[in-house]
């Protein structure tokens, strides 16, 4: 029960108290992959620190430090995790899992802040060297080469198994989904929660509809994920949505220009989790350094905020590889990410200072979730003490 203290903060500060987990997606992890023809998954398993990596934990520092996050979604390659030799399921690569573990206990325990588990996968297995589309749809029964449902559900197992008693973990069953049926999406997110829930384990789970867990999507087409994603059961009622949502003008966050006003396109779905009494998180969105996509991602922050739907985000993104790349949103232009001290490729500040610390920063809430186990409840929401 929060304390008259913290419920009177909550009043003070009005609708963004609704907001309990906020933060950046570390990519990364799911780095060094490379298409070919002959050798499908050339670069598996790839060199830790070479080819990949999770996280750089001075960047962390700087996040919970100074900017006070208290939530990181962390990248991994199924196809790592589960070498292709052995498939899907609880046989791990246990080197890989250790270097995995150590950037999950580095933002839980040694920073305190919460970690959502993401394998960057699109539902696919076998083949991540062109993703999002190389590799068998998880569960396509029609597909020889495809790992099935029951295999997703025992790899969540075995993962929800080994993170149970850290209640700071997140379990994000799966990056982006898509071209498949809704009903498979469902079928595989409720294998996987079937499974971590008998491992004694009552994490907060994130689940992702279908078309690239689009916010904007949700309720369109003729087989949208709002037709049948409120139908998981969870026994302990501590599952919530995992939405993505890009503000340019295919939703794809490949473009600088920002036109997809986020009270406009998400209205159907937080209309839609408002029906079926459901919580959700946006994990990715992102914009360019722009005053047209500094307004709208300003709107965007603003919108999860006065919606109680929303409980969390996380923006897209930061990682220890990105350089002067950019994860999303400039139109292919190297103005680097929102890694701290990040610096676009002709010196000039990077993504981090122009879109973070500029335009996200400010909307970060001073009030967050600091302690006990992530939930679609929240918890206490407290100012960072460091």
């Given at each position: 029960?929060?304390?008259?203290?913290?419920?009177?903060a909550?009043?003070?500060?009005?609708?963004?108290?609704?907001?309990?987990?906020?933060?950046?997606?570390?990519?990364?992890?799911?780095?060094?992959?490379?298409?070919?023809?002959?050798?499908?998954?050339?670069?598996?398993?790839?060199?830790?620190?070479?080819?990949?990596?999770?996280?750089?934990?001075?960047?962390?520092?700087?996040?919970?430090?100074?900017?006070?996050?208290?939530?990181?979604?962390?990248?991994?390659?199924?196809?790592?995790?589960?070498?292709?030799?052995?498939?899907?399921?609880?046989?791990?690569?246990?080197?890989?899992?250790?270097?995995?573990?150590?950037?999950?206990?580095?933002?839980?325990?040694?920073?305190?802040?919460?970690?959502?588990?993401?394998?960057?996968?699109?539902?696919?297995?076998?083949?991540?060297?062109?993703?999002?589309?190389?590799?068998?749809?998880?569960?396509?029964?029609?597909?020889?080469?495809?790992?099935?449902?029951?295999?997703?559900?025992?790899?969540?197992?075995?993962?929800?198994?080994?993170?149970?008693?850290?209640?700071?973990?997140?379990?994000?069953?799966?990056?982006?989904?898509?071209?498949?049926?809704?009903?498979l999406?469902?079928?595989?997110?409720?294998?996987?929660?079937?499974?971590?829930?008998?491992?004694?384990?009552?994490?907060?789970?994130?689940?992702?509809?279908?078309s690239?867990?689009?916010?904007?999507?949700?309720?369109?087409?003729t087989?949208?994920?709002?037709?049948?994603?409120y139908?998981?059961?969870?026994?302990?009622?501590?599952?919530?949505l995992?939405?993505h949502?890009?503000?340019?003008?295919?939703?794809?966050?490949?473009?600088?220009?920002?036109?997809?006003?986020?009270?406009?396109?998400l209205?159907?779905?937080?209309?839609?989790?408002?029906?079926?009494?459901?919580?959700a998180?946006?994990?990715?969105?992102?914009?360019?350094?722009?005053?047209?996509?500094a307004?709208?991602?300003?709107?965007?922050?603003?919108?999860?905020?006065?919606?109680?739907?929303?409980?969390?985000?996380?923006?897209?993104?930061?990682?220890?590889f990105?350089?002067?790349s950019?994860?999303?949103?400039?139109?292919?232009?190297?103005?680097?990410?929102?890694?701290?001290?990040?610096?676009?490729?002709?010196?000039?500040?990077?993504?981090?200072?122009?879109?973070?610390?500029?335009?996200?920063?400010?909307?970060?809430?001073?009030?967050?979730?600091?302690s006990?186990?992530?939930?679609?409840?929240?918890?206490?929401?407290?100012?960072?003490?460091?």
């Amino acid at each position: 029960m929060k304390s008259t203290l913290s419920l009177l903060a909550c009043l003070l500060t009005g609708a963004s108290a609704t907001i309990y987990y906020a933060g950046v997606a570390e990519s990364g992890g799911e780095f060094g992959v490379y298409s070919s023809t002959a050798t499908p998954g050339f670069g598996l398993p790839g060199t830790f620190g070479v080819d990949y990596q999770f996280i750089n934990q001075a960047g962390v520092d700087v996040h919970v430090d100074q900017n006070h996050l208290n939530l990181f979604r962390i990248a991994f390659l199924l196809e790592r995790m589960c070498p292709v030799a052995t498939g899907l399921g609880a046989s791990f690569n246990e080197t890989h899992f250790d270097l995995f573990k150590d950037a999950v206990d580095y933002v839980t325990v040694t920073k305190g802040a919460y970690a959502i588990l993401d394998p960057h996968n699109y539902m696919r297995y076998n083949d991540p060297s062109s993703q999002p589309y190389s590799g068998s749809v998880i569960g396509n029964t029609s597909d020889v080469t495809a790992a099935t449902t029951a295999q997703f559900g025992e790899f969540w197992g075995e993962l929800a198994g080994r993170f149970a008693d850290n209640e700071k973990v997140i379990f994000g069953l799966m990056n982006e989904p898509h071209d498949m049926p809704s009903s498979l999406v469902l079928e595989n997110n409720q294998a996987a929660i079937d499974a971590i829930r008998a491992t004694g384990a009552e994490n907060l789970i994130i689940m992702p509809g279908n078309s690239w867990t689009g916010g904007h999507a949700w309720t369109e087409g003729t087989d949208p994920s709002s037709a049948v994603m409120y139908q998981f059961k969870d026994p302990v009622n501590n599952t919530a949505l995992d939405i993505h949502e890009y503000l340019d003008v295919d939703f794809s966050g490949g473009h600088s220009e920002c036109v997809s006003a986020p009270e406009t396109y998400l209205a159907n779905l937080t209309e839609w989790l408002k029906t079926y009494q459901l919580k959700a998180f946006i994990t990715e969105f992102g914009g360019a350094n722009n005053t047209g996509c500094a307004a709208m991602l300003t709107d965007m922050v603003d919108y999860m905020a006065d919606n109680e739907e929303y409980i969390g985000w996380t923006a897209w993104a930061a990682g220890p590889f990105w350089g002067a790349s950019s994860p999303c949103c400039t139109d292919s232009l190297q103005l680097g990410s929102l890694e701290p001290g990040s610096t676009a490729a002709d010196g000039s500040p990077g993504l981090y200072t122009t879109v973070w610390l500029e335009t996200l920063q400010p909307l970060v809430p001073s009030l967050l979730q600091w302690s006990g186990g992530a939930s679609v409840a929240g918890g206490e929401l407290v100012a960072f003490s460091g």
